[in-house]
C-alpha cells in the first residue's frame, strides 16, 4: 500500500509542472450595412369599377399606368447597401373596407427578394380583388411592405 501511495505521489510531483490548459487570442469582427429605407409613392388603386365586374388585377410589374387610367400598382423607393438582396415581406391578402362593407385584396409583390442598387430602386406590389358580389362604395385600406436583409 505504501509503495502504491509513493508512486501516485510521484506522478502527482512530476505532473505538478505540466500546464493542463491553453489559450490563443481570437479576432471580432463586424459589418455595419446602410439601413433599409422603404418610402411609399402611390397606392395600390383598382381605379372605377362596376359593382359585378368579376376580378380586377393590377400587375405588379406593370409599374404605373398611362395618364387617364386609374389602376396602378403600389409603388415604392427603396434603398439599401449596393448588391446585398433582402428578403421582402408581405400579407398575402388584406381586406379593404366601405363601412361594414368588405372585400379581401391578394396582394402580389413584384418579387420574393429584392438586390440593392447603388441608387433608389423601385419596387411595385399588385394584386387583385373580385367585385361581382360587392357593394357599391369606396373602399379603402393599408398593409404593410417589409424588407430585411438575408
Do not use: C
Not at 505532473?15 to 397606392?43: C, E, H, K, Y
Amino acid at each position: 500500500m505504501l509503495k502504491k501511495l509513493t508512486i501516485v505521489s510521484v506522478a502527482l510531483l512530476i505532473g505538478a509542472g505540466v500546464a493542463w490548459a491553453a489559450s490563443d487570442t481570437f479576432s471580432v469582427l463586424m459589418t455595419v450595412r446602410q439601413p433599409i429605407s422603404v418610402t411609399n409613392t402611390a397606392a395600390l388603386n383598382f381605379g372605377t369599377v362596376e359593382a359585378g365586374a368579376g376580378v380586377q388585377t393590377v400587375n405588379a410589374n406593370a409599374g404605373p399606368h398611362s395618364a387617364g387610367v386609374t389602376a396602378q400598382a403600389a409603388t415604392f423607393d427603396l434603398t439599401g447597401e449596393a448588391t446585398a438582396v433582402a428578403n421582402v415581406t408581405l400579407a398575402a391578402t388584406t381586406i379593404i373596407t366601405d363601412g361594414t362593407n368588405n372585400l379581401t385584396v391578394t396582394l402580389t409583390p413584384q418579387s420574393a427578394t429584392h438586390t440593392f442598387s447603388a441608387g433608389t430602386d423601385v419596387f411595385y406590389v399588385g394584386g387583385s380583388v373580385d367585385v361581382t358580389a360587392a357593394v357599391a362604395g369606396s373602399y379603402t385600406g393599408s398593409e404593410t411592405l417589409t424588407l430585411i436583409y438575408q
